[in-house]
């Protein structure tokens, strides 16, 4: 699925840009262009966009409302990743670079994944 929009257009993407600058210094999406170009290919790859992404992995508490990440939905978008690692044919340190960008995102946007989940 492409994209209706920019990449950097959607919110959880300005996040984990903010995330980032205060975190790092500087404006690192753009000093390094290729994490956006691995957000999109995964996005592309899941078949959703960035909000959505971040969106599937929390649910709401039917009797209060309150918002909870899933473990369910966190091991589902785990096993995307290990799916996006393997088909862009990448191994080692080159792959597990990749695989972390889309961490850094899901982590600058509040869902907690560690890198031995993937």
Known sequence: ?????????????????????????GDPLAEEPEKLRTLQAFCEFADTDPDALVAFCFLRRKATGERFASVKRRAAVAEQLRAFRAESGLTGTQARARVSEVLSFLIHNGVLMNPGMV
């Open 1 to 25: 699925m492409a994209l209706e929009r920019p990449i950097d257009d959607y919110e959880s993407v300005a996040a984990w840009a903010k995330g980032l600058r205060e975190q790092w210094g």
